[in-house]
C-alpha cells in the first residue's frame, strides 16, 4: 500500500502494530498543557493553576499527587535530569518563570511547600537554615524579558529560555544534604544576544542550542574557537554589525550596494512614503546552510557570561551548524497562518558503550539529530561532526506536532496519529562501528527511504508528549473551533464584497469579465484592509468531548516478528521484492536502536541480539537471490548472522524439483568465504556441494574453488572429474592444469601431475601461480602453511618455486614477511639453519634481482647482508647450493658490482675454490663493489667480522673507502698486503683523491722502505710505481722539492729527468 502526496516522493505505508494498549487518564476536569517523563505524567487542570501527576507505568494511571501553581500555567516541561518541572505562569497580567523541585514529596497530604529565589542555595549560603529537608520547593526564575519558550538538557538538566530579543541558560546546580535529599538550584550562566529574532521554541542538548522562528531554524554549538581563526571571526564581527541594520530582511535579500549606499533610515522613508504597509508582504526564499555556511546566515548570536564561574568560559565561541528557512507553500492548502514551523528537537543517541548519567561530566552523545516540521513536511538532520539531511517525512494530511525517539516518530494530525520510522540507529551505528559497510558488517543505509508503521485513527487530537515506551495524547472533539468561525466569517465577507462590486459595475454597463484588470481586482482577497470582522461567539461548553490517552508501544522485538511475518507476504508473492527487503530493513534498524540504547536490561538484550542475527541472515537471503547492485550485501549480513557457510548453502540450495539456480549475492558469498581464513573447514558433501554449484553458475571459478584451504574434504575424483569437464567444454588454462596437478598429488598419480607440469613452460606456470596464489600457500600474516605442491616444487623444481615466489610479491599478493615465513615453513623438514635457510637466501637475491620498490631494496640488502657477514665470520657453508653464483647475480643485478683488482690480490680465486663461504664473502664484496649499498647501515654488523685474514681485511677496507676513509685504507694495506696497494692506487686515487698519490702514498712508501731493511722488495716495487705516476703529475719542481734528503740519486733521478723532458715537451 503507497500513499502518495502531490509534488512528493510516494511514501510506504505500512499495516503494522506499533501500539499495544491505550489506556483513559483518569483526570476529573478538562486538562490544559501536558508532559511527562521518569514513568510519570503532569496535567495542567482547574483553568491552569493545579498540576496533576500521574504514574504512568501502572494500570488504570494512578494519580501520584496534585499541587497548586502559582499562576496560570501556559507551558509545563520535565527534566529527566534532577526530576523537576519548568513552568510558564501568567499571574496580574504578568509572566513569570518558575521551577518545581522535590514534587513528589506532594505525595503526602499537607506537606509543606518552599518558595525561594533562584541562586539561593548556590555554594553552601547559610540560608539552609530554618528549610525543611522533605518538602517540594518553587524556585523564582527571574529574567529581563518575558519568557516565550523553555527547553531543558537532556544530558545535564540545564535550562535554556527563549526570550524576545535573547536566549537565557541557567545552569543546573546539585547540592546534597543527607542520603535521601538533595536541593537543586540554578545558576544564570550566560545569556545570549539575538537582535531581530524571536524565536517560537527552543532546544538545548550536549551543548548544542536550536531555535526557531515562524519559518526559520538556526542550530549553532557552544565550544572553544580552534586557534587561528581570531581574525577571520573580526571580520565575522563587522559583517554582522553591518547586517544588524537589516535584521528583519533576509541577507540573501539585500544587495551589498544597497548596505554600502542606503541608511535604513532613507530605505524606511523611501517605502512608507509610496507603499502602505498591508498592500504588500514579502517572502523569504527557501534556504538551507551547512556548517561554514551557517555563518553567513545573517543572525549575529552574541554572548554574555554572567555566571560567577563565567571566566572560564570567556573563550567560549559559537560555532555556526545549521540553517534553515521555508518559504509559505499556498500549493498544499495552507494559509500563511497556518505555515510555520513546529516541534523542534534535539534528540540525543548513545550507543551500548556509554552511559546516559546526569551528572555534569557525563559523555557526549554518539549523535545529536534535530528535527523540525511544517505542516506537510518534517525534517531530521544529523548535527554531530558535520550537518546533514538524514531524512525528510512527508505527511499524508496537515500535522500538528511530531515527537522524535530513537525508534520512531510519532506525528499528529487532527484525526490520526502516524507512527514513522527513523534513521538514527543507521547513522548512530556508523559513529559507533567503523566496520559498518564493508565486507565484515552492514546496515541499511540512513538515505534508505522512510515508511509509515502505522496511521492510528483519533478524534480531535490536540497534544502529543512521548516517555520511553508511553505516548500521552490529548484529544477534544470540537463542534466547530474558533478558527473555523473566524475563517467562515472572512470568506463570507470576502462573498459578499465581491458579488457587490460586481453588481455596481454591470449596473454601468460594465462587464468584468471582459476587463483582464477588473477581473484580477476583484479576485483580490480583501483580506488586507482593515476590516471589522463580528467576533464569532463562543462555542458552548456542552458542545467539547475531552480525553487524555497513555498509548503503550509494544516492545522492539514484538514488532520486528509482526514485521518478519509482514515480509513473508511479500516474498511468497515475488521472492525478489524490495518491499520485502524494505521491510526488513526497517526491522534491521529497529533492532539496532534496541542494541544502542544504554538502558536496556541486560536479558531483553541477549533476546534481542539473538533476533538480531535472524534478522541478518533474513537479510542475507534477500541479497542473495538478487542479481543487481546490492547483491554483494549478503557477504556482510551473512556474516553477522553467525551462520555458518553450510549453514548458509542448505538455505539457499533449489528444490529437487526445479533446476539448480543460484543468485548473484549467494555466489559472492561463497567466493569470499573461500577466500577468507577464519571459514571453517567444510565437510565432504558440503565440498562436493559447493563444486556443484560452481560447476552450474560460474564454472570458470573452479580451479580458484578447489584451491581453497576449506575444500579439502572434498572427494578427488570428484573434483577432477569437475575439472575435466570445464577443460572439455573448452575452457583450458594454466591454472586448471596447476589446479590439476595439484590434485594429483593429493591421489598420489605422480604420472598424471608430471604429464600437467610438462604441458607447460616454467615462466607460463608462474602466470598461474600469480593467478591463484592458493595453489603455493595457504593463509596470511603470521600463520602461512606451505601447500603440497609447493613441498613436491622445493624438492623437485626449486628455481620454478622462487621464481613463483617473486612473481607473488612483485604482483602484490603475498608480503615479503609473508615469504619469509612461507620458505622458512618450508625448509623446517630439511634440518636448514631455523632463521635463513638457503632456499630463502636464494629468494631475496632472487627478489632483489627483479625488484624496483627502493624500500624493499633497501631491506634486502640489509638481510643478504647479515646472511653472508654470519656465513663468513662463522666459516660457515650453505646448507644448500645456491641457485645463483656471485658471478650471476654480478651479470644480471645492477645492485652486485664487479670485483676492484685489488680485492682479488687480497682474496685469490684458487682460495675461493677450496672454501665454501667463500662463495658468500665475494657476494659480499660484490655489493660493497656496486652502486646501492648504504655502507654506513651495515656498520654495526662489521663488529662481528675479524680483520685478521684476508677474507675479513678486504671488507673492512671497502667499508672504509666506501665511507672516504682512504687514508686509513692505505696504511691498512701497506701494514697488510702492500702487495695490493698500487692496484689499490690506481682504482681509488683519482680526480679530486689524486693527490694522495704523492701526499700519503709516496711519503708512506719511503718511509717503509726505508725501515724495512733487506726484505723490501714489494715496497720498492710499488715505490717505483708511484714515482712514474707522480713524475707525469707533478712539475720538477714539485717532485724535486718531494725527493727525500736522504735518498739516492741512482734511484730517484731517472724519474726526475722523465719528469723534466714530460714538462719540456708540454
Request: proline fraction near 5%; include cysteine.
Amino acid at each position: 500500500m503507497r500513499k502518495a502526496v502531490k509534488k512528493y516522493k510516494m511514501v510506504h505505508v505500512y499495516n503494522c502494530h506499533p501500539f499495544a494498549s491505550q489506556h483513559i487518564v483518569p483526570t476529573e476536569q478538562e486538562p490544559g498543557p501536558v508532559c511527562c517523563g521518569g514513568d510519570a505524567l503532569f496535567v495542567v487542570s482547574a483553568g491552569g493553576c493545579k498540576i496533576e501527576a500521574y504514574q504512568m507505568q501502572e494500570e488504570g494511571c494512578p494519580l501520584i499527587c496534585r499541587f497548586a501553581t502559582m499562576g496560570t500555567v501556559h507551558s509545563i516541561l520535565h527534566s529527566q535530569i534532577g526530576d523537576y518541572l519548568v513552568t510558564i505562569e501568567e499571574k496580574n497580567k504578568a509572566t513569570y518563570l518558575r521551577a518545581y523541585t522535590n514534587w513528589r514529596y506532594q505525595a503526602v497530604e499537607k506537606t509543606r511547600v518552599g518558595v525561594r529565589l533562584l541562586g539561593h542555595l548556590l555554594r553552601g549560603s547559610a540560608s539552609l537554615r530554618g528549610i525543611p529537608k522533605e518538602q517540594m520547593e518553587i524556585i523564582e526564575i527571574p529574567l529581563f524579558e518575558p519568557p516565550l519558550c523553555v527547553s531543558c538538557c537532556p544530558l545535564t538538566g540545564d535550562l535554556l529560555v527563549g526570550c524576545a530579543k535573547s536566549l537565557v541558560l541557567f545552569t543546573l546546580r546539585r547540592q546534597t544534604l543527607n542520603d535521601r535529599l538533595s536541593v537543586l538550584d540554578f545558576e544564570r550562566l550566560l545569556i545570549l544576544h539575538i537582535p531581530g529574532w524571536t524565536p517560537s521554541q527552543v532546544a538545548l542538548c550536549a551543548g548544542y542550542v536550536a531555535m526557531q522562528a515562524d519559518l526559520e531554524v538556526l542550530v549553532f554549538q557552544l565550544q572553544r574557537p580552534q586557534p587561528g581563526k581570531e581574525q577571520q571571526q573580526k571580520e565575522e564581527e563587522e559583517r554582522d554589525q553591518q547586517l544588524q541594520l537589516h535584521a528583519l530582511v533576509p541577507k540573501d535579500m539585500i544587495s551589498r550596494t544597497d548596505r554600502l549606499s542606503v541608511s535604513d533610515s532613507e530605505m524606511k522613508k523611501e517605502v512608507t512614503g509610496h507603499l502602505e504597509p498591508e498592500d504588500f508582504y514579502m517572502f523569504p526564499k527557501n534556504q538551507e546552510m551547512l556548517g561554514e555556511q551557517a555563518k553567513d546566515c545573517g543572525v549575529c548570536v552574541t554572548l554574555e557570561w554572567t555566571g560567577v564561574e563565567s571566566e572560564a568560559g570567556f573563550d567560549t565561541g559559537v560555532t555556526y551548524i545549521l540553517y534553515r528557512r521555508f518559504a509559505p507553500d499556498f500549493f498544499q492548502g495552507n494559509s500563511v497562518e497556518d505555515t510555520c514551523l513546529h516541534s523542534l528537537q534535539l534528540y540525543p543517541v548513545f550507543t551500548s558503550n556509554q552511559e546516559a548519567t546526569g551528572e555534569a561530566k557525563s559523555p557526549d552523545p554518539a549523535c545529536v539529530f534535530c528535527f523540525f516540521s511544517l505542516p506537510n513536511t518534517g525534517y531530521m538532520y544529523s548535527i554531530t561532526g558535520s550537518a546533514e539531511l538524514v531524512s525528510s517525512y512527508q505527511y499524508p494530511e496537515k500535522a500538528q506536532q511530531a515527537v522524535l525517539s530513537s525508534h520512531f516518530l510519532h506525528v499528529i494530525t487532527k484525526n490520526a496519529l502516524q507512527c514513522f520510522s527513523v534513521r538514527c540507529s543507521a547513522v548512530a551505528a556508523r559513529a559507533q562501528d567503523p566496520y559498518i559497510d564493508t565486507t565484515v558488517k552492514a546496515c541499511p543505509p540512513y538515505t534508505m527511504e522512510v515508511c509509515a508503521l502505522r496511521i492510528q485513527l483519533f478524534i480531535g487530537l490536540k497534544a502529543l508528549c512521548h516517555d520511553r515506551n508511553h505516548i500521552v495524547l490529548l484529544t477534544a472533539a470540537d463542534v466547530e473551533s474558533k478558527e473555523d468561525m473566524e475563517r467562515a466569517a472572512r470568506k463570507s465577507l470576502e462573498s459578499k464584497d465581491h458579488k457587490t462590486l460586481t453588481g455596481i459595475l454591470l449596473a454601468v454597463g460594465i462587464e468584468p469579465s471582459s476587463n483582464p484588470a477588473l477581473e484580477s481586482l476583484l479576485s483580490r482577497s480583501f483580506l488586507s484592509r482593515k476590516t471589522s470582522i463580528t467576533k464569532p461567539k463562543e462555542p458552548s461548553e456542552s458542545g467539547h468531548g475531552w480525553n487524555l490517552y497513555v498509548v503503550n508501544t509494544v516492545s522492539s522485538l514484538t514488532l520486528y516478528r509482526e514485521m518478519v511475518e509482514y515480509s513473508k507476504k511479500y516474498e511468497v508473492s515475488d521472492p525478489f521484492s524490495l518491499s520485502c527487503i524494505h521491510l526488513l530493513s526497517e526491522a534491521h534498524l529497529l533492532l539496532r536502536a534496541s542494541l544502542l540504547d544504554p538502558l536496556v536490561e541486560p536479558a531483553e538484550r541477549a533476546e534481542v541480539q539473538q533476533a538480531f542475527r535472524e534478522n541478518c541472515a533474513q537479510l542475507g537471503d534477500c541479497y542473495s537471490r538478487f542479481d543487481k547492485r546490492d547483491s554483494h550485501q549478503a557477504l556482510p549480513y551473512y556474516k553477522m548472522s553467525g551462520l555458518s557457510v553450510t549453514e548458509v548453502i542448505q538455505r539457499n540450495m533449489c528444490p529437487a524439483d526445479s533446476p539448480p539456480e543460484y543468485g548473484k549475492g549467494f555466489l559472492f558469498f561463497l567466493r569470499h568465504s573461500l577466500d577468507e581464513e577464519d571459514m571453517e573447514e567444510l565437510s565432504q558433501e558440503a565440498a562436493n556441494t559447493v563444486l556443484d554449484i560452481f560447476s552450474v553458475a560460474e564454472p570458470g571459478q573452479l580451479p580458484h574453488v578447489v584451491s581453497s584451504p576449506f575444500m579439502l574434504n572434498s572427494d578427488p575424483a570428484f573434483t577432477l572429474a569437475h575439472l575435466d569437464r570445464l577443460e572439455a567444454a573448452g575452457a583450458p588454462s594454466v591454472t586448471l592444469t596447476l589446479a590439476k596437478a595439484s590434485l594429483a598429488l593429493r591421489m598420489g598419480d605422480m604420472q598424471l601431475y608430471q604429464q600437467q607440469m610438462e604441458r607447460h613452460a616454467e615462466m607460463l606456470q608462474v602466470y598461474g601461480f600469480i593467478e591463484e596464489p592458493k595453489l603455493l600457500l595457504l593463509g596470511r600474516g603470521k600463520a602461512v602453511v606451505p601447500t603440497p605442491l609447493a613441498r613436491h616444487l622445493h624438492l623437485t623444481q626449486q628455481g620454478l618455486l622462487v621464481a613463483a615466489a617473486v612473481a607473488l610479491h612483485e604482483n602484490n599478493r603475498v608480503k615479503l614477511e609473508e615469504a619469509d615465513l612461507f620458505f622458512q615453513e618450508l625448509c623446517k623438514e630439511a634440518h636448514e639453519a631455523a632463521s635463513n635457510p638457503q632456499l630463502l637466501v636464494d629468494f631475496w637475491e632472487a627478489l632483489l634481482v627483479a625488484s624496483s620498490q627502493e624500500a624493499v631494496i633497501q631491506e634486502l640488502l640489509f638481510r643478504l647482508t647479515s646472511v653472508y657477514i654470519d656465513h663468513i665470520s662463522r666459516q660457515q657453508q650453505p646448507s644448500a647450493r645456491p641457485l645463483k653464483t656471485a658471478d650471476d647475480l654480478m651479470n644480471s643485478c645492477v645492485h652486485y658490482g664487479q670485483l676492484y683488482p685489488w680485492v682479488g690480490i687480497l682474496t685469490p680465486a684458487h682460495l675461493r675454490c677450496t672454501q665454501g663461504y667463500q662463495e658468500d664473502l665475494q657476494k659480499l664484496q660484490s655489493l660493497l663493489c656496486g652502486p646501492t649499498l648504504d655502507v654506513s647501515s651495515i656498520l654495526p654488523l662489521l663488529e662481528q667480522l675479524p680483520d685478521s685474514d684476508n677474507a675479513g681485511l678486504s671488507v673492512h677496507v671497502l667499508c672504509a673507502t666506501r665511507l672516504g676513509h682512504t687514508e686509513s685504507s692505505i696504511e691498512r694495506l701497506l701494514d697488510r698486503c702492500p702487495q695490493a696497494i698500487i692496484s689499490f692506487a690506481q682504482d681509488e686515487l683519482k680526480n679530486d683523491k689524486m693527490a694522495l698519490w704523492w701526499q700519503k702514498l709516496f711519503p708512506e712508501l719511503c718511509e717503509r722502505t726505508r725501515t724495512a731493511g733487506d726484505d723490501n722488495s714489494i715496497l720498492l716495487t710499488a715505490l717505483k710505481e708511484t714515482l712514474v705516476v707522480v713524475a707525469m703529475e707533478l712539475n720538477p719542481l714539485e717532485f724535486l722539492e718531494l725527493l727525500p734528503d736522504d735518498g739516492t740519486a741512482q734511484f730517484f733521478l731517472p724519474h726526475l729527468l722523465e719528469c723534466s723532458q714530460r714538462n719540456l715537451m708540454t
